[in-house]
């Protein structure tokens, strides 16, 4: 923050939150409620990557994930919207993941948090409309960012060696060759934040944006064999009604 610090003085207000303490997100927000009279955009972004086949993960491990990545987010937005609430509207801009659409190995739980974090919002959304506020999920493809530097490995094990697990963790441990990973890894920051800062203005809100050419076409991708899937079974789902809602 030091940057933003001596680029903006005492414009800057800021404050530190652990966002898997409750009562801490809610005093802060109150905090930076009273002090700056109205906040306008509410950006929810922490979270961090656990690395690992799903028997792998810890226990404390498995529970941190999920406080982060999941319960931080549900924990600020119902922290912000009775205050947004009350001051006439505005607009929440959640960081979710093409993860969130599109499963990948060795990310189970992470996974399980984005899926979360997407079924959440899309709810909330639906709730707060008649407020003014608006919601917007960002889904965001590989970032050139320090997230896979600081992704968080499982203990492994011998069983996962040779398989996709084992790959996926030779890969970001250095096994991909500097073209594969500028390939695997596409998105550029600076763009996907202006992407993030421009959707603050648009109205209605977007529901969700999903950022970077990889990540479009692995969600479209995962969106339609789920829909082929689904059109498959449409025969089978009727059946299941009862008798006096059938159709004949």
Known sequence: MAELVDRYGDRLWTATVDVTDAATVNHEVGRAFNDLGRIDVVFSCAGFG????????????LTRQIEVNLM?????????????????GGRIIQMSSSGGHVPDPAMSVYNATKFGVEGFLESVAMEVAPFGIGVTLIAPGGVRTGFNAHIVQAQPLPAYADGVVG???AALGGGLSPEAMRHAIPGD??????????????????????????????VTAALQNKLDALRAQKMLAMSTDADDVREH
């Open 72 to 88: 931080g987010a549900i924990r600020v937005v119902r922290a912000t919207v009775p205050r947004l609430r009350a001051q006439g």
């Open 50 to 61: 656990v690395l690992g086949a799903a028997e792998e993960l810890s226990e404390d491990l």
């Open 167 to 169: 790959m996926t963790r």
């Open 189 to 218: 920051p600076v763009r996907i934040a202006a992407a993030i800062i421009d959707s603050a203005s648009v109205d209605p809100a977007p529901r969700r944006l999903v950022l970077g050419g990889a990540a479009y076409e692995a």
